[in-house]
Nanobody
Framework: EVQLVESGGGLVEPGGSLRLSCKVS????????MYWIRQAAGKGLEWVSV????????RYGDAVAGRFTISRDDDKASVYLQMNNLQPEDTAVYFC?????????????????WGQGTQVTVSS
């Protein structure tokens, strides 16, 4: 059974930082490109970032570029999202996903595996 389990969300003040983690099991981690996607309450899915299966290809959405950093640890089958200078508009449920394809969008559900998400709330 493939499982992706996110952690690290929580409540943080504007300007603060959080580091999200996503532990993957049940698939060959190094075969997969890994994504972070978010969904704010009442809104659609927003692609945040992607990292290639070799860890060298990285892309970010315009809203987070320069503030967020994606990384992966193949030995731990985990992907991370370091989020700095968080703002209220970053408040959302953050999902990690894995796919063999690379798109600058949330990967299609029928071609990817998704976690259940972790809530990030930025508020004073």
């Amino acid at each position: 059974e493939v499982q992706l389990v996110e952690s690290g969300g929580g409540l943080v003040e504007p300007g603060g930082s959080l580091r999200l983690s996503c532990k993957v099991s049940g698939l060959t981690f190094t075969d997969y490109n890994m994504y972070w996607i978010r969904q704010a309450a009442g809104k659609g899915l927003e692609w945040v970032s992607v990292i290639g299966d070799d860890g060298r290809y990285k892309r970010y959405g315009d809203a987070v570029a320069g503030r967020f950093t994606i990384s992966r640890d193949d030995d731990k089958a985990s992907v991370y999202l370091q989020m700095n200078n968080l703002q209220p508009e970053d408040t959302a449920v953050y999902f990690c996903a894995g796919s063999r394809i690379v798109v600058l969008d949330p990967p299609p559900r029928d071609r990817s595996y998704w976690g259940q998400g972790t809530q990030v709330t930025v508020s004073s």
